[in-house]
C-alpha cells in the first residue's frame, strides 16, 4: 500500500528475511484477484487478492497482513483471503497482525515471530529506522506536490523523486536519513517558484486509494501537472503514528477533525468515513479550491461519507469531485475529469477575483 512496501522491503532485509515484493499493480494484477475474489468486495480486497498471487507465484511462502475490527470490512479480509488462495491450492503461512488492544500478548508473538526471532532490540532499532524511512518518504511526496504546480522543470524534479527514493530505501542509518531529509529539501526548494499562487484541492477518502499510486493513477501529480496544489489528507507514517503509538496514550491528533465533522457527522462509521467529512470542513475553513472525494466502489464508511459532503460543498461553498475507483475504472475517463474540475476551479477563482 503506496511507499508502504519501499520501508517494509528494507525493514525485513535488516532482519535477515528474504522478500518477494509483488510485481508492481497492473490491470493482469487486477484481473488475477477479480476473478478469485466475491464480485462486491470493495476494490482493495481484489487488488490485495492478485498482488498475493502473483507473489505466491515467484516462490513466496509466508503473507502478512493486518487485522482490524468495527464496521470496515478491513478485519474481514485476511480471513477470507486466507481461505480462497487455500482452496486454490497455494501452500502458505498468513501470518495476521490484531489491534494490540485485542490481545498484548499475541501480537507481541507475532512481530517476534515476523521479526526473525532477532533480538527485541534488534527488532525495535529496525522498526525505529523504518518508521522514519516511511516518514521522510512521506515528506518527499508532501514536498513534490508544492513543488510540481510552480515548476517548469517537470524532468528534473521526478528525477530528484527517484534519485531520493533510491538513497531512502538503501540507507541504513538514521543519521544518513536525516542528511537525505536535509538535501531532499535543499534540491526541491531550488525549483519552487514562490511567486505562483496555484489553485489549491485536497484529496480525502479511503486510504488505500488515496496512497496507492497505481491504483489511483497517480492523481496527484496528474494534479499538480495541471497547475494545482493538491494535499492529500492521509499519510501512512501519520496514521501509524497515531493509532499504533499516541492513541494508546489517550493522544488522539483527529479530536480537531472529529469535532469539525460533528454538525454532518458525529458517529464512527468505520475506516475514514468521519475523517473525510472532518477533513472536507477543514480545508474549506483553509480556503482550498476544491475537494477530490476518492473512495472504491461498494466502501461502506466512504459510502456514508459521499452522502453528506454535498451539504459541507454547499455550506462552505467549496467545490467537490467524487471519484469512485473499481476494476473497471479508465485512465482516459478519470483524466478528462480532472480538467473539466480544475478548469473549473480556475473559471471560479477568477470570478470571485472580479466580484470582489
Known amino acids: 500500500m503506496g511507499n508502504l512496501s519501499l520501508a517494509l522491503n528494507s525493514l525485513f532485509k535488516s532482519l535477515g528475511l528474504q522478500t518477494i515484493s509483488p510485481p508492481p499493480i497492473t490491470k493482469k494484477t487486477m484481473d488475477?484477484?477479480?476473478?478469485?475474489?466475491?464480485?462486491?468486495?470493495?476494490?482493495?480486497l481484489k487488488i490485495n487478492m492478485g498482488n498475493y498471487i502473483e507473489a505466491l507465484e515467484l516462490g513466496a511462502d509466508t503473507i502478512i497482513m493486518l487485522g482490524g475490527q468495527g464496521p470496515c470490512r478491513f478485519g474481514y479480509y485476511a480471513q477470507i483471503q486466507r481461505r480462497i488462495l487455500t482452496e486454490l491450492?497455494?501452500?502458505?503461512?498468513?501470518?495476521?497482525i490484531e489491534s494490540p488492544e485485542d490481545n498484548a500478548r499475541e501480537l507481541a508473538s507475532q512481530l517476534k515471530k515476523v521479526g526473525n526471532y532477532n533480538s527485541w532490540k534488534h527488532v525495535l532499532t529496525a522498526l525505529y529506522l523504518t518508521f522514519n524511512k516511511l516518514k521522510v518518504i512521506d515528506e518527499l511526496d508532501k514536498k513534490m506536490n508544492e513543488v510540481r504546480p510552480t515548476t517548469d522543470k517537470k524532468d528534473q524534479l521526478n528525477k530528484i523523486y527517484k534519485d531520493i527514493q533510491n538513497e531512502i530505501f538503501?540507507?541504513?542509518?538514521?543519521?544518513?536519513?536525516?542528511?537525505?531529509?536535509?538535501?531532499?529539501?535543499?534540491?526541491?526548494?531550488k525549483l519552487k517558484n514562490k511567486e505562483i499562487d496555484p489553485i489549491k484541492i485536497a484529496i480525502i477518502g479511503d486510504i488505500y486509494i488515496m496512497t496507492e499510486h497505481q491504483v489511483n493513477m497517480n492523481i496527484e501529480k496528474k494534479l499538480g501537472e495541471l497547475g494545482a496544489y493538491v494535499e492529500r489528507t492521509i499519510f501512512l507514517s501519520d496514521w501509524i503514528l497515531n493509532k499504533v503509538f499516541l492513541e494508546k496514550f489517550g493522544v488522539n491528533r483527529n479530536k480537531p477533525i472529529y469535532k469539525e465533522s460533528q454538525p454532518f457527522l458525529n458517529n464512527f462509521v468505520g475506516g475514514h468515513g468521519r475523517e473525510s467529512v472532518g477533513q472536507a470542513v477543514l480545508k474549506a475553513k483553509h480556503g482550498f479550491d476544491g475537494l477530490v472525494h476518492m473512495m472504491p466502489f461498494t466502501c461502506t464508511p466512504e459510502i456514508v461519507a459521499q452522502n453528506i459532503l454535498p451539504h459541507v460543498s454547499n455550506t462552505y461553498d467549496i467545490s467537490l469531485l467524487t471519484i469512485i475507483i473499481d476494476e473497471n475504472t479508465g485512465e482516459a475517463g478519470l483524466v478528462t475529469r480532472l480538467e473539466a474540475f480544475y478548469d473549473l476551479l480556475e473559471r471560479k477563482r477568477e470570478s470571485s477575483k472580479i466580484i470582489s
Open 170 to 189: 538503501l540507507t541504513t542509518s538514521n543519521k544518513e536519513l536525516n542528511d537525505i531529509y536535509k538535501e531532499m529539501n535543499f534540491e526541491l526548494n
Open 89 to 96: 491450492g497455494y501452500n502458505f503461512e498468513m501470518i495476521i
Open 32 to 44: 488475477i484477484g477479480t476473478k478469485y475474489s466475491p464480485e462486491f468486495a470493495c476494490l482493495p
